[in-house]
């Protein structure tokens, strides 16, 4: 029996009314057909309205409200609960995909112990090339799959959001995408909610497997204001805001163990590369060699501002217990939406519906093509209750603590961990 896979792509503005409907096609034409395509809109009247209209008497393509607060977790969340596939594909807003991307997927999930798929993600510059100063390193600020993972089918830490697919025990396991951690489309672009995800899954689950494969691909537009350095330097200062987040969830050593790696292997030799073709005298070299120091020296700065924020105890984010997918009568999806606090994916804080990859994901092992053959992992867990984490993220007022309702749980109460892995 062929897997199902659900595409769940979420949305949130008009502005990429083009972009939707060309990522919606995409995935219709695939070689492996999507048991169903969910399109899920975040707090837009209008672009549900419009979008209903435009798939009125589509078999394939359900349009959804977000069921929780603004955001692409809680979005996620949404799609997870209402789909019905054994997996479950998310798909970037403004990306179209290749006709072998789920393909690629449904080969993977032969392996039962396989929890999580990635794939690569390519940029179409908006200004038809790629800046020659932009290094290929820091391709995970705009969205895409960076210079310094290996190539073919790899197990990683962690997937990248805008172009990954889960095995819908792995939400049964270790629950939703926690919200109140992603990005605001409006605000300073944060992140880091699936590397949050990937790493409570495999603590919940060690045995679990996740991957990214290089044949699954899309590929993601990049708007001419991404091209320019001011967003990048923002970006790198955002994703250690992000990464202090995750490592006070999950423990620095967890947390910050591929950044290590990637900050002292792959980074060097970019700057290397860039010097020797500035001394060639290429263009971009010296501009690509100074931009890995600038990245690298952002990210440090926010990574020790985030870091303080979270020891002086702020805001929290929720792990949310997704349902797993019920009988739904017909036109039921075209109900409102419930209000936030009567979600099963409610949460604190917002984080708009743009999908941008978390930093760098760690190569492991390389995989045999086909998997290995092996036993088939026994969800035996009991779903995920919801998790409220003592993480504020905004700058607290003096003589705050513990807000009213809110928990603060440690690493052995939640995720197993260490000392100090959650706080």
Same mark, same amino acid.
């Given at each position: ?78 799609? /997870? ?10 798909? =970037?807003? =403004? ?15 032969? =392996? ?23 290094? %290929? ?6 969205? #895409? ?13 962690? /997937? ?30 944060? *992140? ?5 995800? #990937?790493?409570? +899954? ?45 490592? %006070?969830?999950? *423990? ?17 030799? *970019? ?12 263009? *971009? ?62 949460? +604190? ?41 003592? /993480? %504020? ?31």
């Amino acid at each position: 029996m062929s897997i199902r896979i659900s595409v769940v792509i979420c949305v949130y503005t008009e502005d990429r009314w083009g972009d939707i409907l060309a990522a919606a096609a995409s995935v219709r034409d695939q070689l492996h057909p999507a048991h169903e395509i969910l399109l899920v809109v975040d707090h837009n009247p209008a672009l549900l309205t419009r979008l209903r209209t435009q798939f009125a008497g589509a078999t394939d393509i359900s349009v959804l409200p977000n069921a929780g607060p603004r955001g692409l977790s809680a979005g996620r969340n949404t799609g /997870v609960a209402e789909s019905t596939g054994e997996v479950i594909a998310f798909l =970037d807003d =403004d990306a179209v995909a290749e006709r072998e991307w789920l393909l690629h997927f449904a080969e993977g999930y032969a =392996d039962p112990e396989v929890m999580a798929i990635g794939g690569r993600t390519e940029p179409v510059w908006a200004s038809g090339r790629r800046p020659d100063w932009f290094p %290929r390193e820091f391709d995970w600020v705009v969205g #895409c799959t960076y210079q310094g993972l290996p190539p073919g089918r790899t197990r990683v830490r962690n /997937v990248l959001g805008g172009n990954a697919s889960f095995r819908r025990e792995a939400f049964e396991i270790a629950g939703g995408f926690a919200t109140g951690i992603g990005r605001d489309g409006d605000k300073r672009p944060l *992140g880091c909610e699936e590397t949050e995800m #990937c790493i409570r +899954l495999t603590r919940a689950c060690p045995e679990a497997v996740l991957l990214i494969d290089d044949r699954s691909v899309i590929h993601h537009r990049v708007p001419a204001g991404r091209e320019r350095f001011a967003y990048f330097r923002t970006r790198a200062y955002a994703e250690g805001l992000s990464k202090a987040l995750v490592a %006070r969830s999950v *423990g620095a050593q967890e947390g910050l163990a591929t950044e290590r790696r990637y900050t002292t292997r792959v980074l060097p030799a *970019g700057v290397a590369r860039g010097l020797r073709d500035a001394l060639l005298r290429r263009p *971009g070299g010296a501009g690509r060699a100074g931009a890995i120091v600038a990245g690298v020296a952002a990210a440090a700065g926010g990574y020790l501002v985030g870091t303080a924020r979270t020891r002086r105890s702020g805001g929290s984010f929720v792990i949310a217990a997704v349902p797993g997918p019920t009988a739904v009568p017909d036109g039921a999806r075209d109900l409102p939406s419930p209000p936030p606090e009567a979600s099963p994916v409610a949460a +604190l804080a917002t984080d708009r519906s743009v999908v941008e990859p978390v930093g760098p994901v760690e190569p492991v092992r390389p995989v045999d093509a086909h998997g290995p053959a092996v036993a088939p992992v026994v969800a035996d867990r009991p779903p995920a209750e919801p998790v409220r984490l003592a /993480v %504020r993220t905004e700058k607290p007022v003096r003589g705050d603590g513990v807000l009213p309702g809110e928990t603060v749980l440690h690493g052995k109460d939640v995720l197993h961990g260490g000392e100090g892995a959650v706080a």
